[in-house]
């Protein structure tokens, strides 16, 4: 297991309300593994990741409790000094834009060069400017040489984000935390983007976490997904198993009401209402306003975990209804 | 299609010339942004426009919304040419074709009332009494689904799919006869896309209204369009009725989107289409057709020196490319025969 | 971003209770020195002051203030004319205000004006307006000051007009940046789109989004201006002098320093006090009512 | 006095020499510094500004005729003796052999005189004297190398001060530099005779002049004294307290603080100025169509009432320090022609501070509460810090008896440009000063005559009396004229007259420990060699 | 590049042209020369002969004209109150003496500002926030001629420990410089505070926490480095403000500047300063603010002059 993350909470303490961003959240990632995590803005997904890195936004937000056990250390426990050893080096995150995600004053080499300094002492001079050269080749950017002295400003969207990739791989982590890492591209770019990213993972077998909006996305590049909504993760499962079989109430909605390309819908599933808003205190199910199965119980408890749906072990679901093991799907 | 389409575009183009200097030589360059297009929208229909950014879809429909004047081509609203209109004429256009834009945070004044925001195309254009105005607003805030008692707020009071429907009532409160929708769903939450489109769609009816979408998910493209044309460098090069688009793409490109899009299961399989290289700069577009150094079928010389001209193939499926010359030439031929 | 706003939106909080929470976080201590210092005595100078702020006695001059020793019926003292320095400090707000009003609201009005055409309409008024900027920030205006002085002597008004003339074109770049901005804005296009004016689409969608910056603006001008007027008293050619302007009384009382400290301290500790409380006011504005600070 | 102003004339003095302060040493200090407000003209040129600047020219350059330090009276200079003919239109001056000129440019001779007087009456001369260089003296003749006379187209009966520091600028410079450089070698540096030669000038900052060892006639205190030019005067004050200064010029407020600081004020010897509040635009015999009839003050009694309300005892001790001299009547001093005793008798009841006696003659003159206003001109003299205190205390006094007095700041050159345009300061009032030590005749053609700038108060009567007084030469007859002037002014209230003032110096007594110079010269400090050091 | 140069040189003999005609028309309005510098007693026929040697008895726009050509010459003419000096030389001699203290002053600001803007922004709505925002706009609030002689009163005299005035050695420089540079902190406080919050909240600060680069380094070299560029942009004023200062300082300090000569200038209508010491003035101010504009396109790579 090369992450375990157990009952993880971050709160946003601001002077109106306590938001609990994310709110007992647990999941875990094997080598190799492509973990899809999916959620609306404001679902909380964005600052879990940041949290594994003890990078939740200050002064606002703080680590209430939980553990993140990298490789069996507790990643929470560590001091911010043990956690620059880690980020870049063992966890590498790749964020949403690339627009800003680059310092728009410094050279791309200058800030692979960055990555590389901070992360491998070791390497002379030399040695740290054939490396980034290296690295930019390995994300498919056509002659790295020159594109070294480039300028963020100088490059498109589609290179910019590749270079954003480059500085997360280049100390061979063990874990890439890709943050929408494409939202932003066009398609035909996005296309690429992806498949680099997964060409990336067959080579070096990273553990790839997935945070994304788009179910598509999911289909295309996970072996498995969770579904995060207002703080915590409502589903879980293996790719197939979710698409097949959705369990929540939530992901069922979601799935149905994106349009497909491949198919003419004569009508889309419109789920009713709006995302709680940060710092609205829930009890019972986060989704029972806007679930047409809701009852007084989802309103004022939360539900259990329900495990092996769909016969698969790995599938789980927090929904009151699945007490009924009628509902509870079953494998074909 | 309606014998007289709502919206008649003919030989649009918009070239913005640039100048630059290199190397203490100065060098005026055109950014073709829309190179000739030509499109109708039949009354109470949607088209879609579709395309990766920088393919001028956006500047097209700056130019029908007249916050732009095109270099040349023409654009007909009914019987009114939208060159040079003035006063009365001019108030009628502004009246007859309202937008929906993309951001709901940037497109809604926040300093004004709801109400405010909701009635201004009235306001502007037409002396209408309080009265009036107020009970127009309320009927298209209740038609967006939102309460007309909230009309007294203001915007940031409003999430943004609350925004989205405030600015289609605004758009609809002049009862226009087109409505420019630009990517009207792609910055809201997946959860709401929905409830949001399919509103969309249940006002086209009830309004009687023709939409041009602007859109570059061609799943959306598919749900909420009658008809489809793809644009790539300022020109179209596939135009369709929606079923026949998604049923049978002829283009390379249109093939290429079609294969870059992502799946709706993880079971579904695409062919592997994957473009090389970004599109090009439209200052320095490419010779002949502007696709063939992208172009994964590329059949040879005439590709790189002729432009392809869009024809129609099988019927009502426009496209522009030479793989279709021969059949083209066949049907024209036997057209004359 | 889009993140924070969508969530700090959601329930929609009415405009009271926004109001409300708004005034709860008010910096309670530069309001109250800003009212107890330049408000309240501007207001009832006459009811407040104890003595005639014009005339003293010659032979009452430089008496220090009572509690160290002066005569009781001079809480901070005379100076050089045998006046009262708290009653002179008291009607001298009413001068502050008056200089910075006037010269914030002329300077500001023409700024915002100039602004808005150049950043709204560009071209040819654009590079008109920015020129001007240019042309009349290159030209310390304490010159301009000191010429105009001798020219048509130090009145109230060739002191506001001076103001006046620094202002307008701080206001002017800063509004043009902001018309320019707003625009390019989808709701100015949606407006332009509803066939709204010119006039209208300035007046109504442009100017109401850069109130909040021309408030931050005018209230740390006030602190500048203040202490401007001051250095055009110290050079003689501010607000003329038997006006009890602080800038003046101070000036005036420089030369006082060892003897007669008071005369120079209390004026300079009210200037000080309010342009310190009126920029920590602007300050707290600043973060408040900057979009930008208030995501976070 | 002024009989023994004419007997000096005539009398050939015997050289006095520095005899008296030969027990002068020389400091220990390596510089002497002096702060002072700038001078409005810093040049090396004798000739380009007014007397004003000639502080700046007194540690270097030296008159004919020089002045008592203690008295102010004419001692011989470089001249030993001088004379005037019978009916004064010819001066002649013998001058000091073997007095060198400064670096080496040799002997004084009659052609530096002549060469001097060349200076003073060229075209672009702009000294206070000019007209009079230019106008009144025919030529300069050299006699011989040592003698030379000026003559005179019609009598000029004041030629002792002409030829000293006290009138005239007549500031002996080198004819040699002159011919070898011309006015480039003068703007380098300048070429006296006097105890201190010209070392280095940064316009604006300072001046800094060295000791000429081996003085003809005195033995320079300090080795080096700079004059350093500062505007502010908290600032010079800060200096003199720290010690970077060892003199400074201070206004009587900051003095007074100074004092308690430990340092000492030094009053020159003499009263230096008269000061006064004119009352403007009384021109009763121009008939201009610009005179108002209505202004209040053409009637005497509005004057006196004005006059009666001000509290001049008030402004005597507190704004000047009590260092005053009253001045029953500007422009006459006891040792000038046309004094009157009686006028001090008849001061107080006349001129007394009185509001009730002043409301009463408002009322008389038709002028109840609030019905007349004044225009206070207000504006900071040069070289006099308290003036608009003086003027800022006078409106309280004229509001108290029902005068609305508006203060009205000016900017000095302004004002003068008002004033001197015939109807400027019309039924206005300002300040200024008069040095008593011109002659009873001279400030009667300023002030009182239609030609000059003054243009205090103007009267048929005045314009008859000052012809016969030009012209008449027995020294009884000049005295009756002058005193009968003086005793119509003095009934027309045409004045506030604020009293005589001395020039002041504020020293750093452990570097000082006098400085004795008559302060009787427009210019306000004189006789730097006269400075004591502490040995 | 060099076309922006070029077109930014046009627009700085534009600006130095306007400011020709606005000061000759001001000095103009403040009356003629001759009446303050001659002595009170001379004739008026003596006031007009100075005049007409000074060309001041000429109709105006002869006397513009007369003044243009000899502008493009870079002739002022010579001083009327310092005789025998050539005006511009006059500033000439003294313009670098206000920008030695110009540019302390300057100094003296960045390195007061730079670090209570960056700590206030790290450590917001912090003690250290406030103390430094404090400490900032306490400089504001004093007026430069009485927080100057407060100055002169406590170091000078009291405590002896920096002279009172005038130029010389270092020491001279510390009090006028700190007076007109507190001055300048709170502004450019307030800038980098602002453009440090916006830096520190952006992804690429994000990014390069994520990279494991050391939080000193975020700060100090990532934030700032993106921060600086936006108080660039206030330098240009900042110089003019300066200069502004300069003249009140100046005259308390007794420093030997340009503020000196020309308040002095003024009083005595001495044009030929006044006029030499404005377009200095404009001169420096529209230079800095070129040099600034260059320097924005070191600091920001995106800029391009086009």
């Keep these: 297991m090369l992450l375990e993350v157990k009952d993880l909470r971050t709160y946003l ?217 207002a703080g915590k993760i409502v589903e879980h499962g293996p790719v197939r198993s979710i698409f097949n079989h959705p369990s929540h109430p939530y992901t069922q909605a979601l799935i149905n009401s994106v349009p497909k390309l491949e198919e003419r819908t004569e009508r889309l599933y419109s789920i009713p209402g709006q995302p709680p808003a940060p710092g609205q205190e829930l009890v019972g199910c986060r989704f029972a306003p806007r679930c047409e199965f809701a009852d007084e119980r989802c309103r004022q408890e939360y539900p259990p975990q329900f495990e092996g749906l769909s016969r698969h072990s790995e599938h789980t679901a927090d929904c009151w209804r699945l007490e009924d093991p009628t509902w509870r799907p079953s494998r074909h | 299609m309606a014998s007289q389409p709502t919206l008649r575009v003919e030989g649009l183009k918009r070239h913005f010339p640039v100048t630059m200097w290199r190397r203490l030589k100065r060098v005026a360059a055109v950014v073709k942004a829309v190179d000739g297009v030509s499109f109708d929208v039949g009354e109470g229909e949607t088209l879609a426009l579709v395309g990766e950014s920088g393919c001028g879809k956006t500047t097209t429909a700056k130019l029908i919304l007249a916050l732009d004047t095109p270099t040349s081509g023409t654009i007909r609203l009914g019987d009114t040419d939208v060159q040079n209109l003035h006063g009365e004429a001019y108030r009628h256009y502004r009246e007859q074709v309202q937008a929906v834009f993309q951001d709901p945070w940037s497109s809604l004044n926040p300093r004004m009332r709801v109400k405010e925001i909701v009635s201004e195309p009235l306001v502007v254009n037409r002396r209408r009494s309080r009265r009036d105005i107020r009970a127009r607003v309320a009927e298209v805030l209740e038609a967006v689904g939102l309460n007309p008692a909230h009309a007294d707020r203001f915007p940031h009071e409003f999430s943004g799919g609350q925004r989205q429907r405030i600015a289609l009532a605004s758009a609809l409160s002049s009862d226009p006869k087109l409505i420019i929708l630009d990517e009207p769903v792609s910055s809201l939450d997946v959860s709401i896309r929905a409830q949001t489109m399919n509103l969309f769609r249940d006002l086209q009816g009830q309004f009687n209204v023709s939409y041009l979408l602007i859109v570059h998910d061609l799943a959306v493209a598919r749900y909420m369009s009658d008809e489809v044309a793809v644009m790539y460098l300022g020109k179209i090069v596939e135009h369709a009725r929606t079923e026949d688009l998604f049923s049978e793409p002829l283009h390379p490109y249109t093939k290429a989107l079609f294969a870059a899009a992502l799946p709706g299961h993880p079971d579904v399989e695409r062919e592997e289409i994957v473009l090389e290289g970004e599109v090009p700069s439209p200052i320095d577009p490419p010779s002949g057709c502007p696709f063939h150094p992208r172009c994964p079928m590329k059949i040879g010389e005439i590709c790189e020196t002729t432009v392809p001209a869009l024809r129609t193939h099988q019927g009502r499926h426009a496209v522009s490319c030479h793989l279709y010359d021969d059949e083209a030439a066949a049907a024209t031929a036997s057209a004359e025969a | 971003m889009r993140e924070a706003q969508a969530s700090a939106v959601g329930a929609g909080p009415t405009r009271a209770r926004l109001a409300w929470r708004w005034l709860r976080e008010l910096p309670l201590l530069p309001i109250a020195i800003i009212l107890v210092v330049l408000v309240i005595p501007a207001i009832f100078a006459e009811y407040l002051a104890p003595h005639n702020p014009y005339s003293g006695s010659l032979r009452a001059r430089l008496q220090p203030p009572a509690f160290l020793g002066g005569p009781s019926e001079f809480l901070l003292g005379t100076d050089h004319q045998g006046r009262d320095i708290f009653s002179r400090i008291i009607f001298g707000s009413r001068i502050s205000i008056a200089v910075a009003g006037a010269g914030i609201l002329i300077g500001g009005s023409i700024g915002t004006t100039l602004g808005l055409i150049a950043g709204y309409f560009r071209g040819v008024a654009e590079t008109i307006v920015t020129r001007l900027v240019d042309l009349t920030l290159s030209i310390p205006a304490i010159l301009v000051a000191l010429v105009v002085a001798a020219a048509i002597g130090a009145r109230f008004t060739t002191v506001v007009a001076i103001v006046a003339l620094v202002l307008w074109a701080v206001y002017a770049r800063q509004v043009r940046a902001e018309a320019l901005k707003w625009a390019q804005s989808d709701f100015v296009a949606r407006a332009r789109v509803a066939g709204a004016s010119h006039f209208r689409i300035i007046v109504r969608h442009i100017l109401p989004n850069i109130a909040n910056t021309l408030i931050v603006l005018s209230t740390l001008q006030v602190g500048f201006v203040i202490v401007f007027e001051g250095s055009l008293s110290f050079l003689g050619v501010g607000i003329p002098r038997p006006n009890p302007a602080w800038g003046l009384m101070v000036a005036d009382g420089r030369i006082h320093v060892v003897s007669a400290w008071w005369i120079a301290f209390f004026p300079g500790l009210a200037i000080m006090l309010t342009v310190l409380s009126v920029n920590m006011l602007g300050d707290w504005l600043r973060d408040r009512l900057d979009p930008k600070l208030t995501q976070v | 006095m002024r009989r023994g102003l004419l007997l000096a004339s005539i009398l050939v003095l015997a050289s006095l020499g520095s005899t008296a302060f030969s027990q002068v040493a020389v400091s220990e200090l390596e510089r002497l510094v002096i702060a002072l407000p700038p001078v409005a003209t810093e040049t090396n040129r004798i000739w380009a500004g007014s007397w004003v600047m000639h502080t700046q020219f007194e540690p270097m350059l030296e008159t004919l005729i020089g002045n008592d330090p203690e008295t102010g009276d004419p001692i011989p200079r470089l001249a030993e003796r001088w004379e005037a003919s019978d009916d004064f239109t010819e001066w ?360 000059a700038n003054g243009k205090l108060f103007l009267d048929d009567l005045i314009e008859e009396k000052i012809v016969e007084l030009r012209f008449a030469v027995d020294p009884e007859e000049r005295d009756t004229i002058a005193r009968e002037i003086g005793d119509f002014l003095f009934e027309e209230f045409v004045l506030i007259p604020l009293g005589a003032t001395h020039v002041e110096i504020v020293v750093d007594p452990d570097v000082i420990v006098d400085w004795a110079w008559p302060g009787q010269a427009p210019t306000n400090w004189t006789h730097f060699y006269m400075i004591e050091p502490v040995r | 590049m060099l076309r922006y140069l070029i077109k930014r040189l046009g627009q700085t003999v534009f600006t130095l042209f306007a400011v020709t005609v606005i000061v000759f028309g001001l000095g103009r309005m403040t009356g003629d020369p001759a009446t303050v510098l001659m002595p009170v007693e001379a004739r008026q026929e003596d006031r007009a002969r100075i005049m007409e040697l000074w060309g001041l008895d000429q109709p105006l726009h002869v006397q513009y004209l007369r003044y243009i050509g000899n502008v493009l010459r870079g002739e002022f003419g010579d001083s009327l109150q310092w005789p025998g000096r050539d005006a511009l030389e006059l500033v000439l001699l003294r313009i670098g003496n206000t920008l030695e203290l110009g540019l302390v002053a300057l100094l003296f600001a960045v390195a007061l500002a730079v670090p209570i803007g960056v700590f206030s922004a790290v450590y917001k709505n912090s003690a250290i926030d406030h103390v430094g925002k404090f400490i900032a706009l306490l400089g504001q609030s004093l007026p430069h001629f009485w927080i100057g002689i407060v100055f002169i009163w406590i170091f000078a005299v009291n405590l002896r420990w920096l002279p009172t005035s005038g130029r010389g050695t270092w020491q001279h420089l510390i009090m006028p410089a700190v007076v007109i540079g507190w001055f300048q902190v709170a502004a450019l406080m307030r800038l980098i505070r602002s453009a440090m919050l916006e830096s520190l909240d952006s992804e690429y600060i994000k990014l390069a926490r994520l990279k494991g680069v050391r939080e000193r380094i975020v700060i100090w070299k990532h934030a700032l480095r993106n921060a600086a560029i936006v108080p660039l942009t206030y330098f240009g004023i900042m110089i003019a403000y300066l200069v502004v200062g300069s003249i009140t300082t100046e005259v308390v300090f007794s420093w030997p500047g340009v503020g000196l000569l020309v308040v002095n200038a003024v009083t005595a209508r001495d044009f030929p300063v006044v006029q030499a010491v404005t377009i200095v003035f404009a001169f420096v101010i529209v230079l800095a603010n070129l040099v600034v504009d260059v320097l924005y396109g070191v600091f920001d790579p995106r800029i391009r002059f086009e």
């Design chain 4, 92 to 451: 002649t001056f013998y001058l000091r052999q073997g007095v060198p000129f400064h670096f080496g440019y040799g002997e004084l001779t009659a052609e530096d005189v002549k060469h001097t007087y060349d200076l003073l009456s060229r075209d672009d001369s702009q000294v206070n004297m000019a007209a009079v260089w230019r106008d009144r003296v025919a030529e300069a003749v050299v006699v011989d190398d040592y003698t030379i006379s000026f003559r005179f187209h019609e009598p000029y009966i004041d030629g002792v001060r002409l030829f000293s520091r006290t009138g005239g600028e007549m500031y002996i410079t080198s004819k040699a530099q002159w011919d070898e450089g011309g006015v480039a070698a003068v703007d380098e540096r300048i070429v006296g005779t006097g105890v201190f030669r010209f070392q280095e000038r940064t316009e604006g900052v300072n001046l800094i002049v060295e000791a000429v060892e081996d003085h003809w006639r005195d033995v320079a205190p300090f080795r080096e004294i700079e004059l350093r030019w500062v505007p502010d005067e908290t600032t010079r004050m800060a200096q003199l307290l720290t010690g970077e200064v060892h003199a400074a010029a201070l206004g009587r407020d900051v003095a007074e603080s100074a004092e308690g600081q430990g340092m000492v004020v030094i009053p020159s010897r003499r009263e230096n100025m008269q000061r006064f509040v004119p009352f403007g635009g009384l021109y009763f015999n121009t008939g201009a169509p610009e005179i108002r009839e209505d202004n209040p003050l053409l009637d005497r009694r509005v004057r006196q009432a004005l006059i009666k309300a001000v509290d001049l005892e008030a402004i005597q001790e507190e704004l000047y320090k009590g260092r005053v001299t009253p001045a029953f009547r500007t422009g006459w001093v006891p040792q000038h022609e046309g004094w009157n005793p009686e006028w001090a008798e008849r001061f107080d009841e006349m001129y007394g501070y009185d509001p009730e006696r002043a409301r009463e003659l408002l009322q008389e003159a038709g002028y109840g509460p609030g019905q007349m206003s004044v225009r206070i001109n207000l504006y900071e003299h040069p070289g006099q810090p308290e003036s608009p205190y003086v003027l800022e205390s006078l409106q309280p006094f004229w509001e108290a008896v029902g005068v609305e007095a508006n203060v009205t700041p000016v900017d000095f050159g302004t004002f003068l440009a008002r004033w001197f345009e015939d109807q400027g300061v019309h039924g206005e009032v300002w300040i200024t000063r008069n040095t008593p030590l011109r002659t009873t005749q001279e400030f009667i053609e300023f002030w009182h005559t239609a030609a």
């Design chain 1, 13 to 229: 303490f601001t002077k109106r309300a306590t938001v609990k961003a994310v709110d007992g959240v647990s999941f875990y990632l094997r080598r190799g593994e492509t973990l899809g995590i999916v959620g609306e803005s404001g679902s909380g997904k964005s600052i879990m990741a940041l949290s594994l890195l003890q990078m939740e936004p200050k002064p606002a937000g703080r680590i209430v409790g939980g553990e993140a056990l990298f490789r069996g250390d507790d990643l929470l426990r560590k001091s911010q000094g043990e956690m620059r050893t880690i980020r870049g080096r063992r966890i590498s995150m790749i964020l949403q834009d690339p627009q800003t995600s680059l310092n728009p004053v410094f050279t791309i080499g200058n800030q692979l060069n960055e990555a590389f300094v901070t992360g491998k002492q070791g390497l002379a001079r030399g040695g740290v400017r054939k490396a980034v050269v290296d690295v930019l080749r390995k994300v498919n950017i056509a002659d790295p040489e020159r594109r070294v002295t480039a300028f963020p400003h100088q490059l498109s969207g589609g290179m910019k984000q590749r270079v954003v990739g480059a500085i997360a791989i280049s100390c061979s982590p063990d874990i890439v935390i890709a943050d929408e890492p494409t939202t932003s591209l066009d398609l035909t770019i996005q296309a690429q983007y992806l498949r680099l990213i997964k060409r990336l993972q067959d080579t070096t077998g990273v553990g790839v976490i997935f945070i994304t909006h788009d179910f598509g996305i999911v289909a295309k590049m996970c072996d498995r997904v969770a579904v995060m909504y």
